[in-house]
């Protein structure tokens, strides 16, 4: 079996206003390290912290990023923040095999293909593990808030960094590269969820509102 490695970043403070930024400059700097393929970076600038990263300017990764993003957001709104682990977890590419009734499982599995199913089983051969402490900052006065935000600045600009030199020391474990595709390696984000977000809401949420309306719920053949 691969060896794996696993990074455990330094734990970052921030903001629940500042969470976007923080997630983005970093996720977008992990990913775009593990894009070995042909891309087309773009230079980004976070709104709140003043932070600069290089994205990988593909559309389907900028995608899951976001989206992942913003489920983190809508948790730490429903939680009113706390602390949240974040992890990026790095797969072996799998030989594409057709099967029939795909898009039936993935439904069934609340939106989980059977091949993210199986990269969980198999287990990743590198993961980044994000810590933050989120507040919402209403204690803060303006001094104290510009005085944090510097702080985080350099915080999350020297994660940055970490992660580069991480990636040009620890070589040995990484598998070969077998496409040209942008993100030469499959991927997953994991999250802190809201309650709504989970695996399976949308079918607890339907049958709330069938009870409440009197209605029986259809029988599944």
């Keep these: 079996m691969r060896a794996r490695e696993v990074f455990a970043l330094p734990p970052l403070r921030c903001e629940l206003s500042q969470v976007r930024d923080v997630l983005s400059a970093l996720l977008h700097t992990i990913v775009f390290a593990r894009a070995l393929g042909c891309c087309a970076p773009r230079d980004a600038r976070c709104e709140r912290v003043d932070v600069h990263y290089v994205a990988c300017g593909d559309g389907a990764v900028d995608g899951k990023i976001e989206e992942k993003i913003n489920a983190l957001v809508r948790w730490a709104l429903k939680t009113g923040g706390g602390e949240a682990d974040v992890a990026v977890s790095f797969y072996e590419r799998e030989r594409d095999k057709p099967r029939r009734g795909g898009a039936l499982r993935e439904a069934l599995s609340g939106g989980r293909t059977r091949r993210e ?59 070969p590269v077998t496409t040209s595709d942008v993100v030469s390696f499959p991927f997953e984000i994991s999250v802190p969820l809201a309650r709504d977000d989970s695996p399976g809401s949308f079918g607890r949420d339907m049958l709330k509102r069938l009870a409440s309306l009197g209605a029986t719920p259809p029988s599944m053949i």
């Design 117 to 175: 199913e199986a990269r969980a089983a198999n287990g990743y051969w590198e993961q980044w593990r994000i810590g933050l402490e989120i507040f919402r900052g209403e204690e803060l006065d303006e001094t104290e808030r510009a005085r944090a935000r510097e702080a985080l600045r350099d915080q999350v600009v020297g994660t940055q960094r970490h992660v580069l030199g991480l990636v040009n020391e620890m070589k040995a474990h990484v598998p």
